[in-house]
């Protein structure tokens, strides 16, 4: 009986302290408004809870694009939450339906880059996983999302970079020159006092590697994408992100094809408007902003220079 008096206060006690506000608790990366409406399934109440609602608000802070939840029975918009970043599994298609991350100088650093593939474990029983190997001998790189330099303040930051769920199918010269192009300008933004939030995906069926055209991998459980999309909100050092963005917030978009003919145009040569891409994929971007200013931002195709 004392056992159970004991156990049953320590349960009143977890139950108060994850109905305070999770902000007052652990000092969050962003100054984000919490997201309240989530969908936690057990394993995830068990796995770091307050954690999650952190990393959410930081790199979901300006939306949900496809409504993801992590509903076991929700397989092809399925959401994870890492520190590292967010992203949308699709199960059928073998890879994410789009990461999403945030990205300031807080998470640079000098950790080498790990090369080290692994599958999702996170991904519940029955979920396709796929592995290191699964693009072998494909004609397609493991394409990053959320790049490798964009997570190297810690050693544990970059290979979270290098689960199979952070990769697409890409084209070599798509992986290798013109999308790792976008990847280092970004990069660079962040040294001139940018932070940056960032979605990135991909859509359509069939794409072209070093073998040719393919529509599928691993005995079609991996989907190869016809186009590559990538979303950028930029935005000076400051609090309160969300409540920052207007009518001039610079936004960059670009939808490029998933082939080796690419590489025949720079990144800025790909350049659309968000409005685009929503029509493309059928996601809701940047919802979280106040609808007159997505209705402006979202229809515009940036006029920023290569260099700054």
Request: proline share 5%; net charge neutral.
């Amino acid at each position: 009986m004392k056992l159970i008096k004991i156990l049953f206060t320590l349960s009143c006690l977890f139950l108060f302290l994850t109905a305070l506000n999770v902000n007052s608790i652990i000092d969050a990366r962003s100054n984000s408004t919490p997201i309240t409406n989530s969908n936690y399934t057990t394993d995830f109440f068990w796995e770091k809870l307050l954690p999650f609602q952190i990393y959410q608000d930081e790199h979901l802070l300006l939306g949900n694009p496809s409504s993801a939840n992590n509903y076991k029975t929700n397989a092809n918009n399925y959401l994870i939450i890492k520190h590292q970043y967010a992203l949308s599994y699709n199960n059928d298609k073998g890879y994410p339906n789009w990461v999403s991350w945030h990205l300031d100088l807080s998470w640079k650093g000098n950790a080498k880059r790990c090369n080290c593939f692994s599958a999702e474990e996170t991904l519940p029983n029955g979920f396709f996983k796929a592995s290191s190997n699964s693009y072998a001998k494909s004609g397609f790189d493991r394409g990053h999302l959320c790049p490798s330099e964009d997570r190297d303040a810690t050693a544990e930051d970059n290979a979270a970079t290098f689960t199979m769920s952070n990769m697409i199918p890409q084209s070599p010269n798509l992986n290798r020159i013109t999308w790792v192009a976008l990847e280092k300008y970004c990069q660079d933004l962040i040294t001139q006092d940018y932070e940056l939030y960032i979605i990135a995906g991909a859509y359509g069926i069939g794409g072209e590697g070093s073998k040719g055209y393919t529509e599928h991998l691993n005995q079609g459980k991996i989907t190869v994408p016809a186009r590559c999309w990538k979303i950028i909100v930029l935005l000076k050092n400051g609090p309160n992100d969300l409540q920052r963005i207007n009518s001039n917030t610079k936004v960059i978009a670009v939808d490029m094809p998933n082939n080796n003919s690419v590489k025949l145009f720079p990144w800025e040569h790909y350049r659309t408007t968000i409005d685009d891409i929503e029509q493309k994929t059928h996601y809701d971007f940047l919802s979280n902003v106040p609808a007159s200013i997505q209705q402006y931002i979202e229809k515009n195709i940036d006029d920023l220079p290569s260099k700054h």
